[in-house]
């Protein structure tokens, strides 16, 4: 039998990409999926758009439930923990389009796989009108903790979790909710790369990624896409970033893994520290990112104490 994949899409004024997003799941390989909706309080048409392609389907295979209007993070965060303990989940953006064999790919890995495990792939960008500009990058691997607390490798809107790794996200849930972490793709990453999940980043591309003026993320693969995150390293942005993190993994590091616990643990010393004493203890660590200059990038932050938030955030006089 195929698994039940249960995809978690949230939405907010989505109603000028919604109809092709749907469409393409519909059109998926792998039929046996429901479609659970957040909406985020749409202004818009978005909830009809949903309400009649609920309507002309069996029961239970699309539905519309109220989201809890605090932003996109938040809202999958919410449908993580409202998702059958029991099946599999995909995560959904409103406004991409599915390749017919995205679910279908996912699954043919996932299904031979032993206790948790997370599949994510790469994907298509495009323009607003769906015009290719380019695939997304490859990243080489390897994947892990040491990986994950310093970069978001899976992408969410390519992302499937078994039901092992599910129940572990729904026991972390509510401490990333409280810690406010700001992306919530990259905090599966971290929670299930710490808990020893097993890990897959098909080459692939699954998804067509849509990028227009309302994009919570956008690309980050052009000149000013790669200046724009750097520039991130060093304004006090990623800081905060990997502060709310750190909080969040703290709060369920009962989940870790004992080697990742201490991982986690020399990390909250990493983000205390500034100067060689910072970069020391990255060092040691072996922290990486996936490319050679993504990982002198971290260590330079480190060197220069922005991996360090502000006294003022926190709470120092």
């Known amino acids: 039998m195929q698994p039940q994949i249960t995809i978690l899409m949230a939405t907010r004024n989505g109603e000028r990409y919604l109809p092709a997003q749907l469409e393409s799941i519909l059109s998926q390989s792998h039929r046996n999926w429901r479609l659970i909706v957040s909406d985020d309080g749409s202004t818009d048409a978005t909830t009809s758009i949903v309400r009649n392609y609920a309507a002309t389907r069996p029961s239970g295979r699309i539905e519309l439930v109220a989201g809890p209007e605090r932003g996109a993070t938040a809202n999958f965060l919410w449908l993580i923990r409202q998702a059958d303990a029991s099946g599999w989940v995909a995560f959904s953006d409103q406004d991409d389009i599915w ?9 043919d890995w996932l299904a031979r796989q032993d206790g948790p495990a997370v599949y994510a792939a790469r994907t298509t960008i495009c323009d607003e009108n769906m015009n290719e500009l380019a695939p997304a990058p490859h990243f080489p691997g390897p994947f892990g903790f040491r990986n994950a607390l310093v970069q978001a490798c899976l992408p969410g809107n390519t992302t499937v979790v078994n039901a092992a790794a599910l129940r572990i996200l729904q026991s972390g849930a509510a401490a990333a909710d409280a810690a406010g972490v700001i992306s919530h793709d990259w905090w599966v990453y971290q929670l299930l790369s710490g808990a020893g999940a097993r890990i897959r980043r098909d080459d692939a591309q699954v998804v067509r990624y849509r990028q227009h003026g309302n994009n919570v993320m956008g690309r980050n693969d052009t000149p000013r896409a790669r200046a724009a995150r750097f520039s991130m390293l060093f304004d006090g942005s990623y800081a905060g970033w ?16 004992p080697e990742n616990r201490r991982l986690l643990e020399g990390f909250g010393r990493l983000i205390e ?22 990982t002198i990038a971290i260590m330079a932050a480190a060197l220069a104490g922005r991996l360090r938030l502000p006294d003022h955030e926190r709470g120092v006089a």
Not at 99 to 107: F, G, I, M
Not at 242 to 257: H, T
Not at 275 to 293: D, E, F, I, K, N
């Open 99 to 107: 390749n017919p064999d995205k679910l279908a790919r996912a699954v």
């Open 242 to 257: 990997i502060a709310r993190n750190q909080v969040a993994l703290e709060d369920a590091r009962d989940l870790l893994l």
């Open 273 to 294: 520290a500034s100067g060689p004493r910072a970069v020391a203890q990255a060092l040691r660590m072996r922290l990486y990112r996936q490319s050679r200059t993504g």
